[in-house]
């Protein structure tokens, strides 16, 4: 049986012109820093998100991590929120690896953080403390429902941010699914950062590889953290060469997948069994609760889904998410509506 997987954007593989680019890629020593296709990537996403340089990392979770590791030193303290996923997914890492202290905050439906919340989360000086250093955002939000941050909120952050004499570090992993939605080049949203990572492997098809962008020193400085991490890999201009038709050729169309969310929050929203989360400026990601009158489990649902041919994921008690890209096209999104009908009655 083939699969409708709307369980992640991790799960799209390359496009046919990923695999030509591939086949193809002129590759050298990476750590020698000799891959003309890795050198090439790492420059067109500095310039596009506005930044002096970039640095092609194995994953998302290595870009914030090593981020991380830039700009602190052990026992000094990032500010995040409660729902990020630097916090939540990333296996404790800048704790493990960085010695790293995490001081959480509350996300906001909107996925933000709030300004007052930020400050008040900033230490004074005092010895019994440790030292803020770093605040990360996340754009576009995912455990808060894919959403986009907007850009005035950016903007406010980032002078909030460096008016205290922090850095700010943004979580991209699909910031380019937040510029398309807002309409604007991605720079828009990433200039005005510190740091900042995002996903080849998501939405845009590639699959292997994030960048992580900053200033040229902050990328010296990564680029031996990489290193220690065990991140300096050779010829992997044959991961990157997919990350450039990436960027090349995969940004515009996310607003198809966007779309397609759309109309299947809508679909879903007319079954009684589902509360569909209909919020503001959410991209590619639909996430239902399992109404009180449905008996099944949210893992039985996930199953009895999966025998209709449909995969979707549980992001929390009773609640499903499912999240469109370039493989899921509008016979999918009929499909998948057909399917949860049958499973719910
Ligand atoms: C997926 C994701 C990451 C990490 O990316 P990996 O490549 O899976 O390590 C980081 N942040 C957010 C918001 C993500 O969705």
Same mark, same amino acid.
């Given at each position: ?15 046919? !012109? ?7 890629a002129e590759v050298g020593d990476d750590v020698y820093g000799e891959d003309p296709t890795i050198n090439r990537l790492q420059d067109m996403a500095a310039e596009q998100l506005g930044h002096e340089a970039g640095l092609f990392v194995a994953s998302g =979770?290595m870009g914030?991590?090593i981020a991380?590791?830039a ?18 997914? #990333? /296996?404790?890492?800048?704790? !493990? ?6 001081? =959480? ?7 933000? &953080? ?23 955002? #996340? ?12 850009? /005035?909120?950016?903007?406010?952050? /980032? ?6 004499? &922090? ?5 991209g ?13 991605v720079k828009?949203?990433t200039?005005?950062?510190?740091s900042v990572t995002f996903c080849l492997s998501?939405?845009l098809?590639a699959?292997v590889g994030s960048v992580l962008c900053g200033s040229k020193d902050f990328i010296a400085r990564a680029l031996r953290i990489r290193k220690?991490?065990?991140g300096g890999m050779r010829q992997a201009g044959v991961l990157a060469a997919a990350g450039i038709v990436a960027l090349e ?13 759309? @109309? ?6 007319? &079954? ?13 990601? @639909? ?27 549980? !992001? ?6 499912? @999240? ?7 016979? /999918? @999104? ?12």
């Open positions: 049986m083939t699969f409708i997987d709307l369980r992640s954007d991790t799960v799209t593989k390359p496009t046919p !012109a990923m695999w030509k680019a591939m086949a193809s =979770t914030n991590l991380v590791l700009h602190c030193g052990r026992g000094d303290e990032v500010i995040m929120g409660n729902q990020a996923h630097t916090f939540v997914y #990333e /296996a404790g890492g800048v704790a !493990a690896l960085g010695g790293v202290h995490t001081h =959480t905050i509350p996300n906001q439906a909107d996925g933000t &953080l709030q300004l007052e919340d930020i400050q008040a989360a900033i230490r004074s000086e005092n010895v019994h403390f440790p030292m803020t250093k770093l605040v990360v955002l #996340e754009n576009t939000q995912n455990r808060c429902g894919g959403i986009a941050l907007p850009l /005035a909120y950016s903007r406010e952050a /980032a002078d909030m941010v460096h008016g205290n004499g &922090l850095a700010l570090h943004l979580d992993a699909r910031i380019f699914n937040a510029a398309v939605y807002w309409g604007v080049p828009a949203l200039g005005m950062v510190d998501k939405a098809c699959p220690q991490l065990g050729e995969m940004v515009d169309r996310l607003a198809e997948d966007h779309r397609r969310a759309a @109309v299947l929050a809508d679909g879903l929203s007319k &079954l009684s069994g589902l509360v569909v989360q209909k919020k503001e400026h959410s991209t590619n990601m @639909v996430f239902a609760r399992l109404a009180d009158e449905v008996a099944l489990s949210d893992a039985e649902v996930v199953a009895a889904l999966k025998t209709e041919g449909v995969l979707a994921s549980a !992001a929390g008690p009773r609640l499903l998410r499912l @999240v469109t890209h370039y493989w899921i096209d509008d016979a /999918a @999104v009929s499909k998948t509506i057909a399917a949860f009908e049958k499973v719910l009655g």
